[in-house]
């Protein structure tokens, strides 16, 4: 299946736009889970058990594995195991290298990891990109405005008239022919997430930047779907994952996740009756 | 020992600008090392015992590793420990996430893979960086201009009046307070080095693209160095691993250093000789 299409069907079927950030970090979990491997496979099977009906994705975010050596590697690919085929799986490494090393960086999130989408950095143009679309029936995320503080030092700086950023999503909506790329923009910059969403036709933005990082919920559903037209993730990480600290974590997980989900699904039903009384 | 001090040490000890890059490619290895995770670690070790007093640097490509999986990063690692202690070993992933995850991936790379070196890019800005700059004794280098047909999409557009890549060149300038950061850039595009040397202080350059993607030699050594006033660093891949695909691989491959040694050094004596006639 186009992979566009499995983020809109998974969509439609758990009516939920969010994605769970898998960011395990020993400093903020449950202190009987925070060490052994087996207590982050526990806690993350907690999580994805709580939540698989509720959500569209998961989002690994290798920097936490990759700290753990090989044993954080065969845990991932464990943790993938146990994610329902019909959800997407983001592998968020954020990689961009040569075309002959992304090629290999794409089978290793593709076909070693069995990933469906992966973050790529695009600073090294185009034949950084160009290995990951040679997986039929997988995508690719792309950078292009990102939530951090660290956005200004230079996705924001003009180019002629515009901004990099701007570039970048122009660029990536040229090369996507095959309905498998990707933006991600970041919640904390609202008013651009209008201007990207204009130029990014069809494709699916992820939307990191909500909750522990003081991205607006709305703004970030509205502006990243143009009132629910095109496609958009909303990643959520800490904010879930770390909803309690006590042994009802994956408890916590599921009622903030639906509290996630209901502000999101009354946002379309408020935009449906507006569409259907104008 | 500061980062840039060890580089220029192990430079001057063995004679040699040049890094030996891992990138070990199952298509590419002499057949009876090309599949067993064994036979990796037999040609990995014997390249490094071939070139080990030749060399300053091993930069072990992560892509190659982690395309296979949990094991493909043990042997990483222990490659890694064969590695004698005063050689650099510059881990090649072009990582760069977010202040939070960023912290993760530079205690993956320096604490539990050893490396003495990353290399970063930039495009996240300062605080996909700065928990790099947290680890005393350890470096990054920040990539600039790349040496692949991608670097045009977008390193080589022009912000005002400059391009990017020389506001990266300057903004990593000015970030390097403690003397550990370095900038990568690829012998593909000699003009540009000489400018980007001109603002980078005495930053290492770390230089890609010599041999396999065509890069010339020469001016990659003079033009980065400014005629061995700084540092630099000449990365070597393919075209030593894979110098012989016999199994005379290491002799052929130190026959192969040995020469690019030996360029690299009349060029130095060349310049020694100018200076003292001057």
Redesign the interface.
Known sequence: MNPVNAIKEVQGKNKSMLCVGL?L?QKRLPSEYATAIKGWYDFATAIIDATKDIVCAYKP?L??F??????G??LL?KIIQKIPDDIVVIADG?????????A??A??MFE??NADWVTI?????????RPFLDHKGKGAFI?CL??????????L????NKP?YM??AE?VAYWNKEDNLGLVVGATHPEQLADIRRVAGDMPILIPGVGA?GGDLEKAVTYGTDNFKHPAIINVSRSVLYASSGSDFADAARAEVQKLNSIINSLREKDNKENQTE
């Open positions: 960011d970090d975010n920097a936490f990759e700290e753990r050596g090989p044993e590697i065969s690919e954020k990689r961009g290298d040569i075309g002959n090393t992304a290999h960086y089978k290793a070693r990891m950095n695009p600073y090294m143009g185009y034949d950084s990109i950078l990102t939530s951090n503080p660290g956005s200004r030092d230079f996705q700086m003009h180019v002629v990099i570039y970048v660029k990082q």
